[in-house]
């Protein structure tokens, strides 16, 4: 699966009512700044913006008078999630084939398209089965909506039990400077040696969001960084996932033009492993052992 989508790709959660709230030409020109960067994959899940982002940025899709072959899409499903537009009293979760189906069909209409390049469960249920997940894959992909299918914060475990009888091209996890267990629990191992591809969440992690010790002691590392290496601190961020031999694809989540600019140019970065390292001892707090 690897080459189907951009290097980098663009999460769409904050563009709509859970974030900036763009409007239609807002959100059309940011596809196009997008796609002028190379970043053509666009990454989104039914419940963002309480059911409601995926059928603004289909709009928005619409009228920027993108071809839909020039991009990707990414969507996922399962959450239900308990908000103003679906009557749950509870959040859940709900794999039963029918809603699964019912679910990427939806989407595929909010988007304004045909098919969606890839389609993922988006958290593991202690109700999901691999026998019925694979029901609404075998008539998705059957009939043309789906071109791939794969998970979202699942284990090596997890991952396995639904690949016995699915076939999964990605697992959507967390990974970042600061959240980097998936490299020491076996999941981005797993994830080689199985032909899965890895795409990353919240790929910045808490650099930016948080000041503590831990993010302190990176920004001294990062101080130094910028300057050896003319980048940015959100470029090194970047550059230390895409140097991990499982060649992780980050999804970012920014709304800034200059943010999308910046991610598309860590593709040129390429650290050395004693600075890899420097940054990994920052993030631990200890020497490696």
Same mark, same amino acid.
């Given at each position: 699966?690897?080459?189907?989508?951009?290097?980098?790709?663009?999460?769409?959660?904050?563009?709509?009512?859970?974030?900036?709230?763009?409007?239609?030409?807002?959100?059309?020109?940011?596809?196009?700044?997008?796609?002028?960067?190379?970043?053509?994959?666009?990454?989104?899940?039914?419940?963002?913006?309480?059911?409601?982002?995926?059928?603004?940025?289909?709009?928005?899709?619409?009228?920027?008078?993108?071809?839909?072959?020039?991009?990707?899409?990414?969507?996922?499903?399962?959450?239900?999630?308990?908000?103003?537009?679906?009557?749950?009293?509870?959040?859940?979760?709900?794999?039963?084939?029918?809603?699964?189906?019912?679910?990427?069909?939806?989407?595929?209409?909010?988007?304004?398209?045909?098919?969606?390049?890839?389609?993922?469960?988006?958290?593991?249920?202690?109700?999901?089965?691999?026998?019925?997940?694979?029901?609404?894959?075998?008539?998705?992909?059957?009939?043309?909506?789906?071109?791939?299918?794969?998970?979202?914060?699942?284990?090596?475990?997890?991952?396995?039990?639904?690949?016995?009888?699915?076939?999964?091209?990605?697992?959507?996890?967390?990974?970042?400077?600061?959240?980097?267990?998936?490299?020491?629990?076996?999941?981005?191992?797993?994830?080689?040696?199985?032909?899965?591809?890895?795409?990353?969440?919240? +790929?910045?992690?808490?650099?930016?969001?948080?000041? @503590?010790? !831990?993010?302190? $002691? &990176?920004?001294?590392?990062?101080?130094? =960084?910028?300057?050896?290496?003319?980048?940015?601190?959100?470029?090194?961020?970047?550059?230390?996932?895409?140097?991990? +031999?499982?060649?992780?694809?980050?999804?970012?989540? @920014?709304? !800034?033009?200059? $943010? &999308?600019?910046?991610?598309?140019?860590? =593709?040129?970065?390429?650290?050395?492993?004693?600075?890899?390292?420097?940054?990994?001892?920052?993030?631990?707090?200890?020497?490696?052992?």
């Amino acid at each position: 699966m690897k080459g189907k989508f951009s290097r980098i790709i663009q999460g769409c959660m904050n563009w709509g009512a859970w974030g900036k709230q763009l409007t239609k030409s807002e959100m059309a020109d940011l596809i196009h700044h997008s796609i002028g960067n190379e970043i053509t994959t666009f990454d989104h899940a039914d419940i963002y913006g309480d059911y409601t982002t995926e059928l603004a940025f289909g709009n928005a899709l619409e009228f920027s008078g993108v071809d839909r072959e020039q991009i990707q899409l990414i969507s996922k499903c399962g959450i239900q999630y308990v908000g103003e537009t679906r009557d749950n009293t509870v959040k859940h979760y709900q794999y039963n084939a029918e809603y699964v189906i019912w679910s990427a069909e939806k989407s595929i209409a909010h988007l304004k398209c045909s098919y969606l390049d890839l389609f993922l469960l988006h958290r593991p249920s202690p109700l999901m089965h691999p026998d019925e997940i694979a029901k609404a894959v075998d008539d998705l992909t059957t009939r043309g909506l789906v071109n791939s299918f794969g998970v979202s914060n699942f284990s090596p475990s997890e991952t396995a039990f639904i690949s016995s009888k699915n076939k999964i091209e990605a697992n959507q996890i967390e990974f970042s400077l600061t959240a980097f267990d998936a490299m020491h629990n076996g999941s981005l191992n797993d994830m080689v040696l199985t032909g899965i591809t890895p795409m990353c969440w919240s +790929p910045l992690g808490t650099v930016f969001k948080e000041k @503590t010790a !831990q993010t302190e $002691r &990176i920004h001294v590392v990062l101080d130094e =960084l910028t300057q050896k290496y003319t980048a940015t601190k959100d470029q090194l961020l970047l550059a230390w996932i895409l140097k991990h +031999p499982a060649k992780i694809y980050p999804v970012i989540g @920014t709304t !800034q033009a200059q $943010r &999308i600019t910046n991610a598309s140019k860590a =593709l040129a970065i390429v650290l050395t492993d004693i600075d890899w390292f420097r940054l990994l001892i920052a993030s631990q707090g200890h020497k490696v052992a």
